[in-house]
Structure formats: structure tokens, C-alpha cells
């Protein structure tokens, strides 16, 4: 699995690692996730940390939180909003800048993009 940034926050940490084990099929639809305080301790975190990365998951519609019943995977309904597409560009962006300031040509970039896909998927 891809490596994480050490100079990412740690909820954007968590974040991704959650997306990650929704993407590669090791969290599924409806899967409940553990508490803020049991996942707190499992990742080693502070629990407003944890609840900082469930916060934000919850608004991007990852996860949602149901009183009294707990935190659950939910159902991607396939609509990818503009604002997520432009920030993923951005991102991408910065990636081809960095890639062609240290000489790595567009083949090898898109191998390690369908490296990646394939080790996510």
C-alpha cells in the first residue's frame, strides 16, 4: 500500500488510510468502524484527532454516523462532485510538476499510477 506523508497531519493521515481500506475492498458498505476512542487506541492517536478525521470524512460523505448505533462505511453513490474532481487535478498537477523538475518522464509516471490502481483495487 502506498506510503503516507510524515508531514501530512495526522487526521489526513487517518483519513487516508480509511479510504484506502474502503478502496482495496478491506471496508465495505456498512462495515461499522470503531468508536473514536477504540480507534484512538488502536492507531495510537489522540481521540479529537480521530474524531477531527471522522468529521471531515463525514463531509465528504465516506462515512456516515448514526446515534446511539455507531460510525458506517457509506454507500458511494457514484456522483463525483466538481469541486473533488478540481482538487484532485491540483493534485495531480503537482505530482507531473514535481515528476518532470526530477526528469521522470510521463511513461513512468503512468506506470506507477497503474501500479498503484492495481495494489488499491
Given at each position: 500500500m502506498?506510503?503516507?506523508q510524515?508531514?501530512?497531519?495526522?487526521y489526513?493521515q487517518?483519513?487516508?488510510?480509511i479510504?484506502?481500506?474502503i478502496?482495496?475492498g478491506?471496508?465495505?458498505?456498512?462495515?461499522?468502524?470503531?468508536?473514536v476512542r477504540?480507534?484512538a487506541?488502536?492507531?495510537?492517536?489522540?481521540?479529537n484527532?480521530?474524531?477531527k478525521?471522522?468529521?471531515?470524512?463525514?463531509?465528504?460523505n465516506?462515512i456516515?454516523?448514526?446515534t446511539?448505533k455507531g460510525?458506517?462505511?457509506?454507500?458511494?453513490?457514484g456522483?463525483?462532485?466538481?469541486?473533488?474532481l478540481?482538487q484532485l487535478?491540483?493534485?495531480?498537477?503537482?505530482?507531473?510538476?514535481?515528476?518532470?523538475r526530477?526528469s521522470?518522464?510521463?511513461?513512468?509516471?503512468?506506470?506507477?499510477?497503474?501500479?498503484?490502481?492495481g495494489?488499491?483495487?
Amino acid at each position: 500500500m502506498a506510503q503516507i506523508q510524515r508531514s501530512q497531519p495526522l487526521y489526513e493521515q487517518l483519513m487516508w488510510r480509511i479510504k484506502a481500506q474502503i478502496a482495496s475492498g478491506v471496508l465495505h458498505i456498512g462495515d461499522k468502524l470503531p468508536s473514536v476512542r477504540e480507534m484512538a487506541l488502536i492507531e495510537g492517536l489522540n481521540p479529537n484527532t480521530v474524531a477531527k478525521a471522522y468529521k471531515a470524512l463525514e463531509t465528504q460523505n465516506v462515512i456516515e454516523t448514526v446515534t446511539g448505533k455507531g460510525t458506517f462505511v457509506r454507500e458511494n453513490e457514484g456522483i463525483v462532485d466538481d469541486k473533488l474532481l478540481a482538487q484532485l487535478r491540483l493534485k495531480m498537477t503537482e505530482i507531473v510538476i514535481e515528476a518532470k523538475r526530477a526528469s521522470i518522464d510521463a511513461k513512468q509516471l503512468h506506470s506507477w499510477i497503474e501500479e498503484l490502481y492495481g495494489e488499491i483495487s
